[in-house]
T-cell receptor, first 115, second 111 residues
Framework: NAGVTQTPKFRILKIGQSMTLQCAQD?????MYWYRQDPGMGLKLIYY???????DKGEVPNGYNVSRSTTEDFPLRLELAAPSQTSVYFCASSYSPGQGKETQYFGPGTRLLVL | GQQLNQSPQSMFIQEGEDVSMNCTSS?????WLWYKQDPGEGPVLLIALYKAGELTSNGRLTAQFGITRKDSFLNISASIPSDVGIYFCAGRSSNTGKLIFGQGTTLQVKP
C-alpha cells in the first residue's frame, strides 16, 4: 500500500491565484481529512469527509473547498489564494471513529507559499 | 472551542536521558493518540489509547490514558538522537466526536 499520497510537495502561488491540492489513499478508509499546520503550531482541521459524496467543515474552512467523488480521492481547492494561506497542508485518512481502528494516517504534506 | 494543552512546548536534553510530556483537556476524551513528526514529513502514529488507565508501550515509548479521561502522558526512555522531532498528542472528544491536536512538543537531543 502507498498509504496517503499528496501532490504537489511544494508550490508558490501569487495572491488571487487558484490551485487544487491532491490527496489519495489506498487503504479503503472512509474518513478523510485536510489539516493546515502553521509554524510552531498544531494541526487545524479545514474540512473532512465521512464518505464519498459527504463533506463537512472543520475548524478553519474559510477560503477552501473540497469534494469527495470517490473513496480514494479528497482534493482541496483554494479559489483566491491569500498570504494567510501560506502553510503546510496535510491530508489524512482513517476508518470510522469508534471502531478501535480510528487512528489517522497522514500524507507527507504540501508546502504552500502565497506571495 | 475545545483545546488540548500540551507541555512542555520544547525540550532540549542529553542523549540517554528520559523524557516525559503530557496533554490535558478540560473535557473527557475517549481516545488518545500520540504522533511524531520528523522535519519535512507528516505525523506518524506512535501509540493509540482507547481505555481509561490503559498503559501501552512501543519500544522505548510508553503512553498512558489518564484515569480521569482528561489527560495522557508519553514517556521516552534512554533518548537517542533519532528521537528528535515534534511530538503531538491528539484526543477524541466524547462530546463532539472530533479529534483535537495539541500544539506539539519539540524535542531536541544532544549527542
Amino acid at each position: 500500500n502507498a498509504g496517503v499520497t499528496q501532490t504537489p510537495k511544494f508550490r508558490i502561488l501569487k495572491i488571487g491565484q487558484s490551485m487544487t491540492l491532491q490527496c489519495a489513499q489506498d487503504m479503503n478508509h472512509n474518513y478523510m481529512y485536510w489539516y493546515r499546520q502553521d509554524p510552531g503550531m498544531g494541526l487545524k482541521l479545514i474540512y473532512y469527509s465521512v464518505g464519498a459524496g459527504i463533506t463537512d467543515k472543520g475548524e478553519v474552512p474559510n477560503g477552501y473547498n473540497v469534494s469527495r467523488s470517490t473513496t480514494e480521492d479528497f482534493p482541496l481547492r483554494l479559489e483566491l489564494a491569500a498570504p494567510s494561506q501560506t502553510s503546510v497542508y496535510f491530508c489524512a485518512s482513517s476508518y470510522s471513529p469508534g471502531q478501535g481502528k480510528e487512528t489517522q494516517y497522514f500524507g507527507p504534506g504540501t508546502r504552500l507559499l502565497v506571495l | 472551542g475545545q483545546q488540548l494543552n500540551q507541555s512542555p512546548q520544547s525540550m532540549f536534553i542529553q542523549e540517554g536521558e528520559d523524557v516525559s510530556m503530557n496533554c490535558t483537556s478540560s473535557s473527557i476524551f475517549n481516545t488518545w493518540l500520540w504522533y511524531k513528526q520528523d522535519p519535512g514529513e507528516g505525523p506518524v502514529l506512535l501509540i493509540a489509547l482507547y481505555k481509561a488507565g490503559e498503559l501501552t508501550s512501543n519500544g522505548r515509548l510508553t503512553a498512558q490514558f489518564g484515569i480521569t479521561r482528561k489527560d495522557s502522558f508519553l514517556n521516552i526512555s534512554a533518548s537517542i538522537p533519532s528521537d528528535v522531532g515534534i511530538y503531538f498528542c491528539a484526543g477524541r472528544s466524547s462530546n463532539t466526536g472530533k479529534l483535537i491536536f495539541g500544539q506539539g512538543t519539540t524535542l531536541q537531543v544532544k549527542p
